[in-house]
Nanobody, 130 residues
Framework: QVELVESGGGLVQAGASLRLSCAAS????????MGWFRQTAGKEREFLGS????????YFADSVKDRFSISRDDAKNTVYLHMNTLRPEDTAVYFC???????????????????????WGRGTLVTVSS
């Protein structure tokens, strides 16, 4: 079972940038995708973006695609979420997760939902002040 640990959250001002990290306990195989989500109290977990471990392809939700990006460091088994021009409405707990079957669908977009992800981290809180 893969263990995921998010880090990098904190309090920032609106307009700032922040990089979140997601460290996996073991190498992620090429059939998997790593995804980023966020959640606020009383709301459903929101898909933000994902990266296919096989070729590094990425997919983002329309709501963040102009401000967020994802990169990875294979040697560290770590995926990063780069967030720019943060807004108070970006305040949330941010989670990373692994979709073991992403390769078989052929499309990150089709699996852009929490139900497709098997392993989850515990989250890191990002607070954006106005």
């Amino acid at each position: 079972q893969v263990e995921l640990v998010e880090s990098g959250g904190g309090l920032v001002q609106a307009g700032a940038s922040l990089r979140l990290s997601c460290a996996a306990s073991e190498p992620t195989d090429s059939t998997s995708a790593m995804g980023w989500f966020r959640q606020t109290a009383g709301k459903e977990r929101e898909f933000l973006g994902s990266i296919y471990w096989g070729d590094g392809a990425t997919y983002f939700a329309d709501s963040v695609k102009d401000r967020f990006s994802i990169s990875r460091d294979d040697a560290k088994n770590t995926v990063y979420l780069h967030m720019n021009t943060l807004r108070p409405e970006d305040t949330a707990v941010y989670f990373c997760a692994v979709d073991r079957l992403a390769y078989y669908s052929g499309s990150l977009q089709l699996r852009a939902a929490p139900r497709f992800y098997t392993y989850w981290g515990r989250g890191t809180l990002v607070t954006v002040s106005s």
